[in-house]
C-alpha cells in the first residue's frame, strides 16, 4: 500500500511556519506584502509637496502648522506575492523506497499552505515531455484543499525537459518561481540554465529545491545491478562497489556544484532536500536557511 501524501501529522506540521520572501513585490493584487507601489494602507511610508487633485484629507496639518506648507502622508501599499510553483512529473522521479514524488507533492502542498495564509497568490504547473500543464491555483486558504485535491492525482510518467516547460510560462508579474525536481537528466545544467535565464528576465525570484531518495544520496548495494533509466528505459550494467560508489557521490557533488553556481548566477538559490527528512525539518531548517520561511 502507497503511502499516504497528506495525512494529520503533515497538515500539523504545516501550521508551524510562515512564508518570508525577500523582496518587494511592484504588482498584483493588494495583499499581504509590502509593495515599492505607493497607495492607502495603515502603513506609512514618506511625505510629498500637495499637488492638485490629491486627496484633501491625507494633508499633513501639523507639518503645515510648522513649515507652512501643505504635504500629505504617502503610505505603503499591500501587494500579494506571486509564487509560481515548477513541479517535475517524469517517470524519474517515481523512485525509493521513500519515494522522491510523494516528497515532491509534499512540499509543493506545504509552500502552498503558507504562501495562501500569508495571502499571496500560488500557480502551480507540472513539467512532462517539455510541456507545461497547469493546475488551479488560487489566492486565499479557501483554495488550499482545491489545490491539495489536485496534487493527490498528479501522475509521475514519461521525460521531461525542465527548460523547454518553463520557456512555455506565461509570466507577466514579479514573483517568485519554485522548481521542484531532482535535476537529474542527460540535458546537463547548460540546457536548465536557459530557463534560468527565462525566469530571470521575467523577474523572477528563483528556487530549486533538489529532491533525492536515501538510495541516490548514498547508495550502499555491493554487488552486480541492472540500473533502468524511469524515462528512457536505457539498461547499464554495473558492479557496485566502494570505488565504484565513491565516484558517483563525486560526480553527484560536482554537478551539483555546477547547479549552485548556475541559479546563484541568476541570483537564485538552491535547496537540496532527502527523502528521509520530515516535512517540518525541510521547512523549517532547509528553506528556513534560505530565507524562505521564518
Same mark, same amino acid.
Given at each position: ?20 520572501? $525577500?523582496q518587494?513585490l ?15 494602507? !495603515? ?6 509637496? @500637495? ?16 513649515l507652512?506648507k501643505?504635504?500629505?502622508? !504617502? ?8 509564487? $509560481? ?15 522522491k ?12 499552505y ?8 500560488? $500557480?502551480? $504547473?507540472?513539467?512532462n515531455?517539455?510541456k ?15 489545490i ?5 492525482? !498528479? ?5 521531461t525537459n ?6 512555455k510560462?506565461?509570466l507577466k ?13 542527460s540535458l ?9 535565464? @527565462?525566469?530571470?528576465y ?16 548514498n ?5 552486480? !545491478? ?6 528512457c ?16 557521490k563525486?560526480?553527484?557533488?560536482? @554537478? ?6 548556475a541559479?546563484?548566477? @541568476? ?15 525541510i ?12
Open positions: 500500500m502507497e503511502e499516504k501524501i497528506f495525512d494529520k501529522d503533515y497538515f500539523s506540521a504545516l501550521k508551524k511556519v510562515n512564508l518570508n520572501i $525577500n518587494k511592484s504588482s498584483g493584487s493588494q495583499g499581504g506584502r509590502k509593495s515599492k507601489a505607493k497607495g492607502v494602507s !495603515v502603513e506609512f511610508s514618506d511625505f510629498r509637496e @500637495y499637488a492638485l487633485g490629491d486627496d484633501f484629507r491625507r494633508i499633513d496639518w501639523n507639518a503645515y502648522g510648522r507652512d501643505l504635504f500629505i502622508k !504617502v503610505f505603503m501599499e499591500e501587494r500579494e506575492g506571486i509564487f $509560481n510553483i515548477f513541479l517535475d512529473s517524469s517517470a524519474s522521479m517515481d523512485f525509493g523506497e521513500k519515494n514524488k510523494i516528497m515532491s507533492l509534499r512540499v509543493a502542498g506545504a509552500l502552498t503558507i504562501a495562501l495564509n500569508n495571502l499571496d497568490r500560488v $500557480n502551480i $504547473n507540472t513539467m515531455e517539455g507545461l500543464f497547469p493546475l488551479k491555483g488560487g489566492s486565499n486558504s479557501k483554495s488550499f484543499q482545491n491539495i485535491a489536485n496534487l493527490s492525482e !498528479v501522475e509521475f510518467k514519461g521525460k525542465i527548460s523547454k516547460s518553463i520557456c510560462s506565461n508579474k514579479r514573483g517568485v518561481s519554485i522548481i521542484i525536481s531532482d535535476f537529474l537528466d546537463g545544467v547548460k540546457e536548465l540554465e536557459k530557463s534560468l535565464r @527565462y525566469l530571470a521575467n523577474k523572477q525570484e528563483i528556487i530549486l529545491i533538489q529532491v533525492l531518495s536515501e538510495e541516490e544520496i547508495p550502499k548495494i555491493d554487488r552486480e !545491478v541492472t540500473l533502468i533509466d524511469n524515462e528505459d536505457e539498461k547499464v550494467k554495473l558492479t557496485l562497489n566502494s570505488r565504484v560508489i565513491e565516484a558517483y563525486s560526480e553527484l557533488k560536482k @554537478y551539483n556544484k555546477n547547479l549552485e553556481k541559479v546563484t548566477k @541568476y541570483g537564485g538559490a538552491l535547496i537540496k532536500v532527502s527523502t528521509e527528512e520530515k516535512i517540518e525539518e521547512i523549517l531548517k532547509d528553506l528556513s536557511r534560505k530565507g524562505i520561511t521564518k
